[in-house]
């Protein structure tokens, strides 16, 4: 069984960093594809950023250049770096491990962005 416990989220000033991590339980971390979603209020849910078993990125356009996505398969942990922060970057995100057929989701973390 899946499990994904994200954390890192918080209250962060406009222009600062966060860094939001995700452990993952089970064997099947390292095949994977994983991946950062996220979802403000009033919003469906968007991909922030994927990273595959071989560890190619994709980002949404909204955040490539202050975005950073990496993963430790040593330790079954999903990362991603938040620079330049933006208010419009407040939601919550979510934690995605996707394998053909199935994906499974963490509980996310809450992260917002105001002065």
């Known amino acids: 069984q899946v499990q994904l416990v994200e954390s890192g989220g918080g209250l962060v000033q406009p222009g600062g960093s966060l860094r939001l991590s995700c452990a993952a339980s089970?064997?099947?971390?390292?095949?994977?594809?994983m991946g950062w979603y996220r979802q403000a209020p009033g919003k469906q849910r968007e991909s922030v950023a994927t990273?595959?078993?071989?560890?190619?990125?994709n980002y949404a356009d909204s955040v490539k250049g202050r975005f950073t996505i990496s993963r430790d398969n040593a330790k079954n942990m999903l990362y991603l770096q938040m620079n330049s922060l933006k208010p419009e970057d407040t939601a919550v995100y979510y934690c995605?491990?996707?394998?053909?057929?199935?994906?499974?989701w963490g509980q996310g973390t809450q992260v917002t962005v105001s002065s």
């Open positions: 089970g064997s099947l971390f390292s095949i994977s594809t």
């Open positions: 990273i595959t078993r071989g560890s190619s990125t």
């Open positions: 995605n491990q996707h394998l053909p057929g199935v994906d499974y």
